[in-house]
Nanobody, 120 residues
Framework: QVQLVESGGGLVQPGGSLRLSCVAS????????MSWYRQAPGKERELVAI???????DYVDSVKGRFTISMDNAKNTVALQMNSLKPEDTAVYYC??????????????WGQGTQVTVSS
């Protein structure tokens, strides 16, 4: 089994910062990509940031210059540093990882989600 557990969400004022963390545990033989998605009420889930074990982070245009994704392959973790937060960043944020699990196959796993609310 593989589990992804997120932490770090909460309530922050516009212009503030939050740091989300996600750790993959269980039978993990390798991780290729790790990413963050978000889903706001009434909207579809969207990819926010993605990175790979070889680097190459990419971001949705709306967060470029404000969010930074970082991955620690040795610890099976990924973080999302969010600065200059805006009310439109309010959403449930989900961690996703492409993991080589106990079946020796590559599969995508999801975390349970963490709420980020940007409001004054």
């Amino acid at each position: 089994q593989v589990q992804l557990v997120e932490s770090g969400g909460g309530l922050v004022q516009p212009g503030g910062s939050l740091r989300l963390s996600c750790v993959a545990s269980g039978t993990v033989f390798g991780i290729n990509t790790m990413s963050w998605y978000r889903q706001a009420p009434g909207k579809e889930r969207e990819l926010v940031a993605i990175t790979t074990s070889q680097g190459g982070p990419d971001y949705v245009d709306s967060v470029k210059g404000r969010f930074t994704i970082s991955m620690d392959n040795a610890k099976n973790t990924v973080a999302l540093q969010m600065n200059s937060l805006k009310p439109e960043d309010t959403a449930v944020y989900y961690c996703n990882a492409e993991v080589r699990d106990w079946t020796s196959r590559w599969r995508h796993y999801w975390g349970q989600g963490t709420q980020v609310t940007v409001s004054s």
